[in-house]
């Protein structure tokens, strides 16, 4: 049986590989805040997971 991953380190993981990936400015950045338009809401979604809100 496979064990699901959590929701925090889920959205980490799908924001962290975008960054990797991003031509749109993500790469060059030193905040999260200030990267593209799909970095940050994958960001976001990041923090409300951390923050508790997919409990």
Request: with cysteine; charged share 35%.
């Amino acid at each position: 049986m496979r064990q699901a991953e959590l929701p925090m380190l889920r959205a980490y993981r799908l924001w962290h590989e975008h960054t990797r990936k991003c031509v749109d400015g993500c790469k060059r950045v030193r905040k999260a805040q200030d990267g593209c338009e799909s970095g940050r809401e994958l960001w976001a979604s990041y923090r409300h997971a951390y923050a508790g809100g997919d409990r």
